[in-house]
C-alpha cells in the first residue's frame, strides 16, 4: 500500500514529466483514496475501462489517453461528466502520463513495442519522439509477426519481398513523423495510424510503412510502468484491454 501523493511524485520523478511540453496534464488528473493498494491499467480512460476497474475494486485507474486534453472543451458534461462523477463516487484515482510514457527507455511505449517485436540496437533519434533499430526479415515476414503479436492485421505499404535491415518507430498517431524518418534513410517505418498522404510519401521516397494500430502499439507502457510500480510498492496489477480497433 502506497499513499496517492507518494505515488504521484514517484511516477512524475521517475517519467520526467516536467521534461515533456504535452497536450493534457501529466500525473493526478482525478483525486480518489489517500491509499492506494490495488491498481489497474489500461490504454484509455474510456467508460469501460472505468465501470471495469469498478468491478475490481481498484484504488487507481493509470492510463495513456486521460480524460482532459488542452484541444477539448473545458465544460463538464455529457460523458466526460459520467466518467468523473463515477471515479469520484468510487473514489478512484486516475493517474494518465502520454509523451513521457511514449518515449521513456525502461518501460515507455516505443522501447516495449521494440522488444515485442524483435528489433535489435534500439536507441531514441536525438530530438524526436522517433526509436530506430535494426532487423534481418522482410516486409512479409515482419507483417506476419506483427499480426501475432499485436493480435491485428497491420496496413502494409510497401513491397512484400522488401528486405527490412533498418527500421525507424513511434507508437500511436505519428505517421506524420515519416519524414524525419526518411531522413534517417531506414527501409520501414512503422507507427499506430495512416493518413492519405502517407502511402504516397513512402512510395515516393523508396520506404516502406506499416500501420499496426494506434491503440495495438500503446497499449505495453502502461502495462509496463504498472508492473514496475507493483513490485517496486507490492501493489496489486491488473492490466485491463478495452479493445479498439483503430
Known amino acids: 500500500m502506497v499513499h496517492r501523493e507518494e505515488l504521484d511524485n514517484y511516477c512524475n520523478k521517475f517519467l520526467s514529466v516536467k521534461n515533456f511540453k504535452d497536450y493534457g496534464p501529466n500525473g493526478i488528473q482525478i483525486e480518489g483514496s489517500d491509499s492506494i493498494d490495488k491498481i489497474v491499467s489500461g490504454v484509455s480512460a474510456n467508460l469501460d475501462l472505468i465501470e471495469r476497474a469498478i468491478e475490481e475494486n481498484a484504488d487507481a485507474i493509470f492510463v495513456h489517453h486521460g480524460i482532459f486534453?488542452?484541444?477539448?472543451?473545458?465544460?463538464?458534461?455529457?460523458?466526460?461528466?459520467?466518467?468523473?462523477?463515477?471515479?469520484?463516487?468510487?473514489?478512484?484515482?486516475?493517474?494518465?502520463?502520454?509523451?513521457?510514457?511514449?518515449?521513456?527507455?525502461?518501460?515507455?511505449?516505443?522501447?516495449e513495442l521494440g522488444r515485442i517485436l524483435g528489433i535489435k540496437k534500439m536507441r531514441p533519434v536525438e530530438d524526436s519522439y522517433l526509436w530506430q533499430g535494426e532487423l534481418k526479415t522482410d516486409l512479409k515476414s515482419f507483417s506476419s509477426l506483427i499480426e501475432k503479436e499485436l493480435g491485428r492485421t497491420p496496413q502494409l505499404f510497401g513491397e512484400m519481398k522488401e528486405s527490412v535491415n533498418k527500421i525507424a518507430w513511434c507508437t500511436?498517431?505519428?505517421?506524420?513523423?515519416?519524414?524525419?524518418?526518411?531522413?534517417?534513410?531506414?527501409?520501414?517505418?512503422?507507427?499506430?495510424?495512416?493518413?492519405?498522404?502517407?502511402?504516397?510519401?513512402?512510395?515516393?521516397?523508396?520506404?516502406?510503412?506499416?500501420?499496426?494500430?494506434?491503440?495495438?502499439?500503446?497499449?505495453?507502457?502502461?502495462?509496463?510502468?504498472?508492473?514496475?510500480?507493483?513490485?517496486?510498492?507490492?501493489?496489486?496489477?491488473?492490466?485491463?484491454?478495452?479493445?479498439?480497433?483503430v
Request: net charge negative.
Open 69 to 111: 486534453w488542452d484541444n477539448e472543451s473545458n465544460l463538464i458534461t455529457g460523458a466526460k461528466r459520467k466518467k468523473i462523477a463515477l471515479l469520484m463516487n468510487n473514489n478512484i484515482n486516475l493517474f494518465g502520463y502520454h509523451l513521457p510514457l511514449d518515449d521513456h527507455p525502461e518501460v515507455g511505449n516505443n522501447i
Open 172 to 245: 500511436g498517431g505519428a505517421q506524420g513523423f515519416i519524414d524525419e524518418a526518411i531522413k534517417l534513410k531506414v527501409d520501414l517505418y512503422l507507427s499506430g495510424e495512416v493518413s492519405e498522404r502517407t502511402p504516397a510519401v513512402a512510395k515516393e521516397n523508396g520506404i516502406a510503412f506499416i500501420s499496426a494500430g494506434h491503440h495495438a502499439t500503446e497499449r505495453y507502457g502502461v502495462q509496463s510502468l504498472c508492473n514496475h510500480l507493483s513490485a517496486k510498492f507490492k501493489l496489486q496489477h491488473q492490466f485491463i484491454d478495452v479493445d479498439n480497433s
